[in-house]
């Protein structure tokens, strides 16, 4: 039986997941606007959104204690998840699902 993942391991992992891609598509652009100097901007825009998502979520690890730190990863990653802008939340999705994070529970609707 596996454990359960964590929404703070998974906030970590999707931060992980950020700065791997960012690195990459900066690099890879680099590399390539040597080349052609017409290379897609669609590389600056994915990389603006990337970092868009992420930028906040160090700030769910400043939480002295371990229940407090949880409820605000849960909290970025309900807010990612139910954001109506597609590109943001698939990116989310596609991630948290590679990790085989079950983010079920997080897409159902609030009862407060």
Known sequence: ?????????????????????????????????????DFPADFIEQIR?????????????????????ERRAIASLKFFLRRPDSHHSRWVKEHLTELGYDYSHLLEPQSE
Request: positive net charge; charged residues 30%; proline residues 2%.
């Open 49 to 69: 959104l990337i970092a868009d998502l992420c930028h906040n979520l160090p700030g769910d690890f400043r939480a002295r204690g371990k229940r407090e730190r």
């Open 1 to 37: 039986m596996t454990q359960r993942m964590s929404a703070q391991e998974a906030v970590l992992s999707l931060m992980s997941f950020a700065f791997i891609e960012i690195r990459h598509m900066a690099r890879m652009r680099q590399v390539h606007r040597s080349v052609d100097e």
